[in-house]
C-alpha cells in the first residue's frame, strides 16, 4: 500500500480544494453565513469523496469467488465514477464562484465606496442650520407684522397674552430648536461614526474572502442606521415651523448582486475557476487511476 501515499496525498489535497472553494463559494452566496456555507462545503465534499473512494474500493477488490462478483464490482465502479462526474460538474457550478468574485475585487471596492458615508454629517449640519435659519425668518415675519398677523403668531407657539416679550418667546424657540437637530448625543455620535467609518475603509482595502461577505452586509446595515437615526433627529417639528425631514441616501452599487450571483455559468470569468475545479477533481481520482484492477477469477460456474 506504500505507493499509494503519493496519490493519497494528492486526493487530499484536491478534496481540500474543493472544500474550501465550496465553502468561500457559498459565503459570498449566503452573505457571510459560515454554518450554512461549512455544512454544504462539508456534505459536497463528503459526497465527492465517497464517490471516488467507492470507485477506487471496487476497481481493486479481489474477484476471487465468481465472474458474478467481478461483473457487480465493475458496475459498481463505473457506477461511482458516472456519479463522481455528474456531482463533480455539479460542485464546479458553485465552486468557481469564489474565483470569480476574486477577480471582481476592484470592483467590489469601487463599488462599496465607503467615503461617500463623509458628505452624511456636513449634509446633514447644512440641512440642520439652513432649518434654524430659515424657521429665524419665519418667525422675525410673524414678530414684525404681529399687527396684521395675530393668527401666525398663534400658529406658531406665541403666547400673545404673555407679559414675556415676543422676542424673548423668540429666542426660547430657536434655542428649543437647536436642541432638537442637534441633539447632547450628536457630537460622540460624529466622532463614534466618523471612527467607524474609517475602519470600514481599512476593511474593505484589506478584502478578506472570508471576512468580507458579511462586512459588507453589516456596513450596509450600519449605514442605514446611522441615515435612519439622522432622520428621526430631522422628525420633530416646531409648532407652526415649515421644514421637511432630512435625506440622505447611501448607495453600495451592485456588490451584494456581485457576492450572490452565480448562475452566469458561460461567463468568461468563471473559466478559470473551472480550471481548478477540475484539476482538483482529478486530483481526488489519483489513487483510483493509481489503482490495479485484480482479475483474478476462480470459480467462473458460479
Not at 474593505?204 to 461577505?213: A, G, K, N, R
Not at 450596509?220 to 442606521?225: F, L, P, R, T, V
Request: overall charge positive; some cysteine.
Amino acid at each position: 500500500m506504500n505507493r499509494y501515499i503519493i496519490p493519497k496525498i494528492f486526493c487530499t489535497l484536491g478534496s481540500f480544494v474543493i472544500l474550501a472553494g465550496i465553502f468561500l463559494s457559498a459565503l459570498n452566496i449566503t452573505l457571510g453565513n459560515m454554518p450554512v456555507s461549512a455544512s454544504i462545503a462539508i456534505v459536497v465534499t463528503a459526497v465527492l469523496l465517497s464517490l471516488a473512494i467507492v470507485a477506487f474500493q471496487m476497481k481493486t477488490a479481489h474477484k476471487k469467488r465468481c465472474f458474478k462478483r467481478m461483473l457487480k464490482c465493475k458496475t459498481a465502479e463505473y457506477f461511482g465514477l458516472v456519479l463522481f462526474v455528474i456531482a463533480g460538474i455539479g460542485s464546479l457550478l458553485i465552486f468557481n464562484h469564489c474565483i470569480a468574485v476574486w477577480q471582481s475585487t476592484d470592483d467590489i471596492k469601487a463599488n462599496m465606496n465607503i467615503r461617500q458615508l463623509d458628505t452624511m454629517f456636513p449634509e446633514y449640519e447644512t440641512y440642520a442650520n439652513q432649518r434654524i435659519k430659515n424657521y429665524e425668518v419665519q418667525l422675525d415675519e410673524a414678530i414684525r407684522y404681529k399687527e396684521y398677523r395675530q393668527n401666525e403668531l398663534v400658529n406658531l407657539g406665541f403666547d400673545v397674552n404673555s407679559r414675556d416679550d415676543l422676542k424673548n418667546q423668540r429666542k426660547r424657540k430657536i434655542e428649543k430648536l437647536h436642541q432638537v437637530v442637534f441633539p447632547h448625543i450628536y457630537d460622540s455620535l460624529k466622532i463614534s461614526i466618523s471612527d467607524s467609518i474609517t475602519q470600514f475603509v481599512h476593511i474593505v482595502e484589506d478584502f478578506s474572502p472570508i471576512t468580507m461577505p458579511k462586512n459588507i452586509t453589516r456596513i450596509e446595515d450600519w449605514a442605514k442606521s446611522w441615515e435612519k437615526q439622522l432622520i428621526d433627529f430631522s422628525h420633530f417639528k416646531m409648532k407652526g415651523e415649515n421644514a421637511g425631514d432630512f435625506h440622505f441616501e447611501s448607495t453600495f452599487g451592485n456588490v451584494e448582486h456581485v457576492l450572490t450571483t452565480y448562475d452566469d455559468y458561460f461567463s468568461i470569468k468563471r473559466i478559470p475557476g473551472y480550471g481548478v475545479g477540475l484539476i482538483a477533481l482529478i486530483f481526488m481520482l489519483f489513487p483510483y487511476f493509481w489503482g490495479e484492477r485484480s482479475i483474478k477469477i476462480t470459480n467462473i460456474k458460479n
